[in-house]
């Protein structure tokens, strides 16, 4: 009888199947600080809620982007798969687009109905070769914007207030935090972000006077917060 393999392996065989062409998702932040992070999007999520892999990428248009996040739940090989296993899947649904269950092994029918009826998708997991092969595709949710911005933030991408891109490097130091009036505590602040594209862009916008001005003015702004 084969030895069947650790859930913890499987984890790298999927990100790197959703890494692959065929499905393209970014499943890493190279540029994050945190090792964790540039080792892949493993065992994370939000309000303990965790996904096994977790990846995204843009299925937008030339004129409008459009995050996909995707949440796959990893199991190892067992004689059955039952409902209270597809469920762990569906957690994932408040902050991922597509909610995915994967195995090393080809399903049952009576398997593939239950994810169906469940509006969950299926991966059949290709060890040998790091492959994955869409078995059932996914319901796509429609999870609300904060819980996909909480996850991003998490995983070390921010959303930009200008063009809505998620931009994972030389974003902070353009960030603001305007005072929310409408709430009831005086010094609740939210974090708004500029990628640095949008950046480039304004400063092009401004004459060199402008330019000037408005750097050492955020200097010294930075230098009274520390």
């Known amino acids: 009888m084969a030895k069947k393999i650790a859930e913890k392996r499987l984890w790298g065989t999927v990100k790197e199947g959703l890494e692959k062409k065929e499905y393209s998702y970014i499943c890493?932040?190279?540029?994050?600080?945190?090792?964790?992070?540039?080792?892949g999007f493993l065992c994370m999520g939000i309000g303990g809620v965790q996904a096994d892999v977790i990846g995204f990428k843009d299925v937008?248009?030339?004129r409008q982007s459009k995050l996909?996040?995707?949440a796959v739940e990893v199991k190892q090989?067992?004689?059955?798969?039952?409902?209270?296993?597809?469920?762990?899947?569906?957690?994932a649904s408040f902050y991922?687009?597509?909610?995915?269950?994967?195995?090393?092994?080809?399903?049952?029918?009576?398997?593939?109905?239950?994810?169906?009826?469940?509006?969950?998708?299926?991966?059949?997991i290709d060890v040998k070769n790091k492959k994955l092969k869409q078995v059932a595709p996914s319901v796509e949710t429609n999870p609300d914007e904060i819980n996909v911005i909480r996850l991003m933030d998490r995983l070390?991408?921010?959303?930009?207030?200008?063009?809505?891109?998620?931009?994972?490097?030389?974003?902070?130091?353009m960030g603001y935090r305007p005072t929310n009036y409408f709430s009831k505590k005086?010094?609740?602040?939210?974090?708004?972000?500029?990628?640095?594209?949008?950046?480039?862009?304004?400063?092009?916008?401004?004459?060199p006077e402008l330019r000037k001005r408005y750097v050492e003015e955020w200097k010294i702004k930075r230098l009274i917060r520390k």
């Open 96 to 124: 991922a687009h597509k909610c995915f269950f994967a195995a090393p092994r080809e399903f049952k029918p009576k398997e593939i109905e239950i994810a169906v009826n469940s509006g969950i998708g299926l991966f059949q």
């Open 60 to 62: 937008g248009t030339a």
């Open 28 to 39: 890493s932040n190279p540029e994050a600080k945190w090792k964790k992070l540039k080792a």
């Open 77 to 91: 090989e067992l004689p059955n798969y039952r409902q209270r296993h597809i469920d762990q899947a569906k957690r």
């Open 186 to 207: 005086s010094r609740v602040k939210f974090y708004k972000f500029i990628c640095k594209i949008c950046l480039q862009k304004i400063f092009k916008m401004l004459s």
């Open 156 to 173: 070390g991408y921010f959303k930009c207030a200008l063009c809505e891109c998620y931009w994972n490097r030389e974003f902070t130091p």
């Open 68 to 70: 996909e996040i995707i």
